[in-house]
């Protein structure tokens, strides 16, 4: 079986990249579909920075410039989802950040494991 490099492209949910400055360099179809309104796929290229809004601007910067993450949930059009931002490294270097963008149940079961 040849697995796929673009494996990210039918994933159900909404993953862009963008690089050190916040140029998006990839979206999947989700991300694509999820921000139609604002370009969709056009956004390739163009600052994520310009995408946001205060005080979620003012967030990301300072997760480019500290390489650090961000996990939240929100609540739009009667759906949850959890919004995961996190680095990415090319050769041990930073390379940008991630974004997935997952719907979630409203209620989620939570477990905790032990160390086996």
């Known amino acids: 079986m040849t697995h796929s490099k673009e494996w990210y492209r039918s994933f159900p949910g909404a993953v862009t990249v963008c690089d ?3 140029i ?3 979206m999947n179809d989700r991300a694509r579909e999820t ?8 956004l390739i290229g163009k600052s994520l920075l310009d995408c ?3 005080p979620a601007r003012t967030k990301l910067q300072h997760l ?6 961000n996990a ?5 059009a009667g759906k949850k989802k959890l919004i995961y931002q996190a ?13 997935l963008s997952l ?4 209620e989620m079961p939570h477990f905790i494991r032990t160390q086996s």
Do not use: C, M, N
């Open 52 to 54: 946001h809004p205060e």
């Open 20 to 22: 050190p400055q916040g």
């Open 103 to 106: 719907e979630i149940p409203f």
């Open 72 to 76: 939240y949930t929100i609540e739009k």
């Open 87 to 99: 680095p990415w490294y090319a050769d041990g270097r930073f390379a940008g950040l991630v974004e």
């Open 35 to 42: 921000f139609k309104k604002s370009g969709g796929g056009e």
């Open 64 to 69: 480019l410039a500290t390489q650090g993450t």
């Open 24 to 26: 998006i360099l990839e």
